[in-house]
T-cell receptor, first 115, second 113 residues
């Protein structure tokens, strides 16, 4: 089964508003990553947060990680129409048998930002 | 620098045929992973190669295979294609597993008819 689960499945907002997406995962991790995917295209790496970090910023992105609750959130501030995409969290599944080179993805949140 | 290049971008095959997809990683990246993405199953891990060795494999049938060459370029092969193999196939490269994040290619859209 998938390691991560994003919430909500879909999010629709107006330009300028903030968008918050949540991710829950099941096992211990070394790090958690967020990716963006525009329709039918490849994934773009947004940010990586290590298990010993609680918060990380990159431009308009803010990621938090709570390892005690096995959850993470991605905040996009002042959203733009160009932010319209699917957003995925991915973990490396520290406890799993062999984690080399493998990411476990959630089903993603489809974000739509209306002009 | 050049990104991860996947060829071809689109492919239409008939059931029972075989297909080979190619992935050229970012220069210097030695880890290459492959994923299958479908609306029903989401992103599923196929396998990962590092320095020409397969280090990890997902739960796919033996019809799915791959390899990596000395220049880190990778190929994946699917034999005896089934309709359910229709998907977006993504490859990703990294300097070292998981530590720096992965750079994905644009994918190969495979349609089996």
């Amino acid at each position: 089964s998938q390691q991560g689960e994003e919430d909500p499945q879909a999010l629709s907002i107006q330009e300028g508003e903030n968008a918050t997406m949540n991710c829950s995962y099941k096992t211990s991790i070394n790090n958690l990553q967020w990716y963006r995917q525009n329709s039918g295209r490849g994934l773009v790496h947004l940010i990586l947060i290590r298990s010993n970090e609680r918060e990380k910023h990159s431009g308009r992105l803010r990621v938090t990680l709570d390892t005690s609750k096995k959850s993470s959130s991605l905040l996009i501030t002042a959203s733009r129409a160009a932010d319209t995409a699917s957003y995925f969290c991915a973990t490396d599944g520290k406890d799993r048998g062999s984690t080399l080179g493998r990411l476990y993805f959630g089903r993603g949140t489809q974000l739509t930002v209306w002009p | 620098k050049a990104g991860v290049t996947q060829t071809p971008r689109y492919l239409i095959k008939t059931r029972g045929q075989q297909v080979t997809l190619s992935c050229s990683p970012i220069s210097g990246h030695r880890s290459v992973s492959w994923y299958q993405q479908t609306p029903g199953q989401g992103l599923q891990f196929l396998f990962e190669y590092f320095s020409e060795t397969q280090r990890n494999k997902g739960n796919f049938p033996g019809r799915f295979s791959g390899r990596q060459f000395s220049n880190s370029r990778s190929e994946m092969n699917v034999s005896t294609l089934e309709l359910g193999d229709s998907a977006l196939y993504l490859c990703a490269s990294s300097l070292a597993w998981s530590v720096y994040g992965y750079t994905f290619g644009s994918g190969t859209r495979l349609t089996v008819v």
